[in-house]
């Protein structure tokens, strides 16, 4: 089967792509409005992109109607977020504040999600988050235009918070105590349990 990505539209490139490229981590960001109402929301096109300077990205698309979502709104007027990773007792919680709610609505308020303070941004992190990263804006790159156009939003860590619990006995954080989840394609996720080892050529 050959794909001509040349001519397939937005809406049927997007659905082969998230179905061929998985796992994909989940950044579940907060952000925070100029009048101070919270918003939190997942997104799995998300990655670190380097660590001189400490640098990650995710990606806002424009939804179906062309306009920016709310978590891309906030950080264009209060340009710092937080990027909370999902362990899988959060699964369910994360998944739900991807409803699409009225602009300045908080999905903390709404799903009841316990936040707290974060260190050095405005916007808080979730509570209950195995690893939080504290990030200022670096810029925004936007791609295409119209509805599912992108803005990549690449962001300077600042700060990261890992839960004490998270830690091996010698200091790292334990990937079966963060038990992270990814997103597959649609509504499918996978869990990051099933661990194996391979040697890397010197
Ligand atoms: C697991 C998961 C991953 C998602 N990843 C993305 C993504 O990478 N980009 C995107 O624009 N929307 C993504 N979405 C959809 C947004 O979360 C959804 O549009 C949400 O309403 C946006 O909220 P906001 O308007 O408060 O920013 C994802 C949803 C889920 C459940």
Redesign the pocket.
Known sequence: MLLDFTTTSPRDAYLWMISTIMP?P??W?S?ISVDGRT????????QGVCANPPTLM??????RQGEK??????IEAVPEFVVNL?SHDLGLQ??Q?????P?GDS?FEKFGIASTPATTVRPPRVAAAPVSFECSLDRIVHFGAGPLA?NVVFGRILTVHVADAMLSPDGKPDPIKLDLIG?MGG?E?TTTRDLFTMERPD
């Open positions: 994909r989940i950044a960001v952000t918003n939190l929301a997942p997104y799995s096109f998300f995710f990606v806002p698309v424009n939804n979502k709310d978590t891309i709104r906030n999902v994360m998944s504040t991807a409803a699409l709610l602009h999905e992108a997103r509504e996720y």
